[in-house]
């Protein structure tokens, strides 16, 4: 049985079609119509029908921003505004014709990673998406565990600052507004009056720098030896816009250390290998 896997982006909508050995058959791109969710649904139907005009029977799977309420199977907390209150799978399966199956993004980036990257072969694996949000998935022997409510591995908003910066969400203190890459630009720009990116400022030779990098790695290291406390899993994949930070896994990892409870600390935290396109193979891998 052949597999699809469709990653519904901001910017860009890929596809891909694996064989029954999970090898690539396929891939494509398209320009995601962010304004206008009639649009989306057709530019999906379309690149289904393409990768599938070959072959007779196949799965599809959805990866899409946002997460998808467990009470009306509707979309919420998506940065793709015309998401929102949307069946997004129904919707489609009228469209194709079959069966679809849909996550959020990082549960499809931890399900690519512990079935085809960096954490394959591991038991419990927490894969960490750190870039323009802060979100996370949990695989445990090869499945998605989603939680009660479908908020496993929501790590990005748990509280590490009680009185601390304010959310979207409504509270305060979120991972998020700590260590996403908006929240360390914007500290960049109040420590400097400097409005830079992070890779402008990660090679600015400012003085400020090392200050700048010692908060942003101390919010890390609470926010994911917390979760090591609470899950401890076999090990963390990190991806994600500011997976490419090369101490995260020098520095980040011994100070993620200082802080777990326990004599025998030795999670691996390593960078993903599948890349911006972990979000299409995970979806690919729901069925």
């Not at 989306?40 to 379309?46: A, F, M, Q, R, W």
């Not at 998401?83 to 849909?102: A, R, T, W």
């Not at 930070?245 to 100070?255: P, R």
């Not at 993620?256 to 999670?267: A, G, L, N, R």
């Amino acid at each position: 049985m052949h597999k699809i896997g469709i990653d519904l982006g901001g910017t860009k909508i890929e596809g891909v079609l694996l064989n029954s050995n999970l090898d690539v058959v396929h891939r494509k791109r398209i320009p995601t119509p962010r304004t206008n969710y009639q649009a989306i649904l057709k530019s999906i139907t379309s690149l289904v029908t393409e990768l599938s005009c070959q072959i007779e029977d196949f799965t599809l799977g959805i990866c899409t921003p946002g997460s998808i309420s467990k009470k009306t199977g509707l979309i919420k907390n998506s940065n793709t505004q015309s998401l929102i209150g949307k069946s997004v799978d129904k919707d489609l399966e009228n469209l194709i014709g079959c069966h679809v199956s849909i996550e959020n993004d990082a549960n499809c980036f931890a399900m690519a990673e512990a079935t085809l990257g960096a954490a394959k072969g591991f038991d419990v694996v927490f894969g960490v998406i750190v870039g323009t949000g802060v979100g996370g998935g949990i695989i445990i022997d090869g499945k998605i565990h989603q939680g009660r409510t479908n908020i496993a591995g929501e790590w990005g908003h748990h509280t590490i600052h009680p009185q601390g910066n304010p959310c979207y969400c409504g509270r305060r203190g979120c991972v998020e507004t700590y260590i996403s890459g908006p929240a360390l630009e914007k500290k960049w720009l109040e420590m400097t009056g400097e409005n830079q990116t992070i890779p402008e400022i990660l090679h600015s030779g400012n003085p400020k720098f090392q200050l700048w990098r010692d908060e942003f790695l101390e919010n890390f290291s609470i926010g994911l030896a917390n979760v090591i406390d609470i899950l401890d899993p076999d090990i963390i994949v990190l991806g994600g816009g500011l997976s490419n930070i090369d101490f995260l896994y020098s520095d980040g990892k011994n100070s993620v250390y200082e802080k777990v409870f326990s004599d025998i600390i030795d999670t691996p935290i390593l960078q993903n290998q599948l890349g911006d396109s972990a979000g299409v193979f995970g979806a690919a891998l729901l069925n």
